[in-house]
């Protein structure tokens, strides 16, 4: 063999083994992101925080880095939030702002471009954009990634997905009224009821019933990213879907449904006395930890049943920011924690601690695994995620349609009512904005 | 330097006594003015402290409810937009249904606290033993943390394993949604201020019967007053300005009720317990609408200055 042709067979020899051994590298090796700052991280105690504490628990042992957490209850996170970004120097590196709070920050420019802190610093094409709601276009005054700047990365990606008990249906409803049929025939009030979803005022139930909206072609304004703010939510379409969400509320719910927020659909389903509920998927680890759940081996997902216009889901995603006020040493620690974060290694970590993972390509890894198939029904219900609040007015226009939606449910007003003055509301909202408003012809009361 | 007295009255002087007269005069000036400055001085502190915490406050109450407010990285941009406001506040019917709501809790909360607590103060004022063990166990719920109490009645509640729910199962009824139910929303959230707040008012009331005359009590039962007569021309009388100052406090702070509310209804079902406070959160917080939220709370500030005036004439006659 010739010095030549030995180096050609070692070179060979190499490249082989590089080849055989990479996927396992993948699988072990961690981003190394270097000696950084000590962080501190704002974030809600939601039910994914576990998963989350777990991941960070990790980098934490990998990397020494410290990260200091201040989980707070979601109603206490937005001012926490508001108050940090208006001192000399934020307490918190990292903050993590519930969607329909995020415009309001983006826009009065108290948060960094994450390109800014890490130059040209773009997500990951594994991780999912979900709806776009990571991206600023100020010129627009709109979430959105076409000319928007990269604000914030997902520590989740919210939507909801339709839980039921496999034991008692042989398969998930598809579709709305499929849904009212099985819980009629399933439900043996009060010992189970055949569905329940959020019933109470405020982001409750205007979340909850963002799936009926959507899937019957309904919505709240009419094209905001294009500037028309015209009032749609009073439309024929989104008038059939509260009549069917109350209907299905009414019929297959416990009667306090009109009071029920998240804490109590989770309850009812993981003590085995609903046979499907309506719940964000960041609720799952709820059902399967059997020191919290009756229905470990019984509980599936599937994705959220279809109206006449097919499957509408809304997504409700988190978002980790960081404040301008805070020095640059500070900003680069938050930037390496997030980018170890999303990283498909760490992503994989945080969805065996019970986190709900942001790429693509670990729930395809994982989804395939019994305890992962619910990520199937996750995926679904993402492809077809929409931002429906994506405009500045979003929490005032929440609060107002919670509100009238609330009072639909409970009889105080008729469903078209409900919706006519919703519909006034909002557009005094955007007309005290300057936007450019306006609101369909009230539907007959 | 003493001057001769002409030269300062402009008349001859009448002798040395009218002379030192006039130095006294004078002396007692200075010293009057002396103590008018030494008064202001005292009073100096008192008024920084009503300028810096109530004035200033109110003033920029004032401020922010006559304008529009926007936070960006020079921190809060106030825009002068005084007619904004208003005119949001004259469309705005649900304010008006806020107000009902917090009269009607106000009412109806504290007469039944200054009935209960009246009835407790006398009822305890009889007990022979263990008055102090009494007193103190009366006043428990009063010291239990707002939280507590809220996720305490919350589960009591509670629809499917609420204590309540449960009794009225044992005996064939319910289960009823004490928190959902529009029409009985408002009642439960009422039940627990009762609860909460009548022993305050029991504390206030307990040391006025204790204060109490007992000969004139006794003198009115020896010539033959029946309880009745007793408490109504007697006690009751005697009492009034304890009566008055628990009504007073507990009015005001009904008014302003907010935590209880907020933990166990969130203002809800539809605006059924909706009070003033809970809808200035929602428009302070939920909806960042600083000015806007800064002009109800003028409103709500104006309302209670009313009601203390209006009440303040009852009070002080039946007081009297």
């Known amino acids: 063999m010739t010095i030549r042709s030995f180096r050609q067979a070692f070179a060979a020899g190499l490249a082989l083994a590089a080849l055989v051994g990479a996927p396992a590298l993948a699988e072990e090796a961690f981003l190394d992101v270097g000696k950084q700052e000590p962080i501190t991280i704002l974030i809600n105690s939601s039910p994914w925080y576990l998963g989350f504490e777990s991941v960070v628990d990790l980098y934490t042992e990998q990397t020494g880095n410290e990260v200091k957490i201040d989980a707070t209850p979601y109603g206490g996170v937005l001012e926490k939030a508001r108050n940090a970004v208006r001192t000399s120097q934020s307490p918190y590196d990292i903050l993590n702002l519930d969607s329909g709070w995020t415009i309001e920050f983006y826009q009065s420019d108290v948060l960094r471009p994450l390109g800014e802190i890490v130059d040209g610093y773009e997500m990951p094409k594994e991780v999912f954009t979900c709806g776009g709601s990571y991206f600023w276009n100020a010129e627009k005054h709109f979430r959105t990634a076409e000319g928007g700047k990269l604000m914030a990365v997902p520590p989740n990606c919210n939507t909801h997905v339709l839980v039921y008990r496999k034991d008692l249906m042989e398969k998930p409803p598809a579709t709305w009224d499929e849904v009212l049929s099985s819980c009629q025939k399933v439900q043996d009030k009060p010992k189970l009821y055949g569905f329940a979803t959020r019933g109470e005022r405020g982001n409750g139930i205007h979340y909850d019933f963002m799936p009926f909206l959507l899937s019957y072609g309904g919505s709240i304004v009419k094209d905001p990213e294009a500037g028309d703010y015209t009032v749609t939510i009073n439309s024929p379409e989104a008038l059939q879907a509260l009549e069917q969400f109350i209907k299905i509320e009414h019929g297959c719910a416990p009667d306090n449904v009109a009071a029920m927020g998240q804490g109590d659909v989770i309850q009812l389903m993981s003590a085995g006395s609903a046979a499907m509920v309506e719940t964000v998927i960041a609720a799952w680890p709820n059902y399967v930890d059997p020191t919290r759940s009756a229905v470990v081996d019984t509980v599936a997902a599937a994705p959220m049943p279809e109206g006449p216009s097919g499957r509408g889901v809304a997504i409700g995603n988190w978002h980790f920011a960081i404040p301008r006020n805070i020095p640059d040493e500070r900003a680069k620690a938050a930037m390496a924690f997030i980018q170890w974060f999303l990283t498909e290694q760490a992503q994989t970590a945080y969805a065996e601690g019970g986190g709900i993972p942001v790429r693509a390509d670990v729930l395809e890894k994982l989804s395939s695994q019994p305890k992962f198939a619910w990520m199937a029904a996750y995926k679904t219900n993402l492809e077809a995620g929409k931002q429906p609040l994506g405009f500045a007015e979003g929490a005032a226009v929440e609060q107002v349609i919670g509100l009238r939606l609330n009072q639909a449910l409970v009889g105080e007003m008729s469903p078209a009512a409900a919706l006519n003055t919703a519909a006034k509301e909002i557009e005094g909202i955007f007309k005290q904005s300057g936007r450019n408003t306006g609101m369909l012809d009230p539907l007959s009361e | 330097m003493n001057l001769p007295s002409e030269t300062r009255t402009g008349l001859p002087a009448a002798g040395p006594g009218s002379a030192a007269r006039t130095r006294s005069r004078a002396g007692r000036r200075r010293r009057r003015a002396g103590d008018r400055w030494f008064r202001w001085a005292l009073l100096l502190p008192a008024l920084v402290v009503l300028l810096v915490l109530t004035v200033w406050p109110v003033a920029n109450l004032v401020r922010m409810a006559v304008s529009t407010i926007e ?74 943390p707002p939280v507590a109490i809220g996720s305490m009645w919350k589960l009591m509640y509670n629809y499917d394993f609420g204590i309540l729910n449960q009794a009225l199962g044992l005996i064939g009824l319910g289960p009823i949604g004490w928190l959902s139910e529009p029409s009985l929303a408002l009642w439960s959230v009422v039940l627990v201020d009762v609860w909460h707040w009548t022993p305050f008012v029991f504390l206030i009331l307990f040391a006025g019967v ?35 100052v628990a009504f007073i406090f507990r009015s005001i702070l009904a008014f302003k009720v907010f935590d209880q509310i907020y933990l166990l209804t969130s203002g809800g079902p539809g605006t059924s317990t909706e009070v003033v406070s809970l809808r200035l959160y929602h428009v302070f917080f939920g909806q960042n609408e600083l000015g806007y939220g800064a002009l109800l709370s003028l409103v709500i500030i104006a309302a209670i200055v009313a009601f203390l005036v209006t009440t303040r004439g009852l009070v002080g006659r039946f007081a009297r």
């Open chain 2, 71 to 144: 936070f960006g990285r020079e921190g809060a941009e106030f825009t002068f937009t005084p007619l904004r406001n208003l005119s949001r506040l004259a469309g705005d019917e649900l304010f008006l249904t806020n107000l009902w709501t917090t009269a009607l809790f106000v009412v109806v909360s504290v007469a039944i606290e200054m009935a209960l607590g009246f009835l407790l103060a006398l009822m305890v004022a009889g007990v022979p033993r263990a008055k102090g063990l009494v007193r103190t166990m009366m006043i428990l719920p009063v010291l239990v």
């Open chain 2, 210 to 244: 204790e204060g109490l005359p007992r000969e004139v009590i006794e003198a009115a039962r020896v010539d033959g007053a029946t309880t009745a007569q007793i408490v109504r021309k007697i006690i009751v009388p005697l009492m009034a300005p304890a009566i008055a």
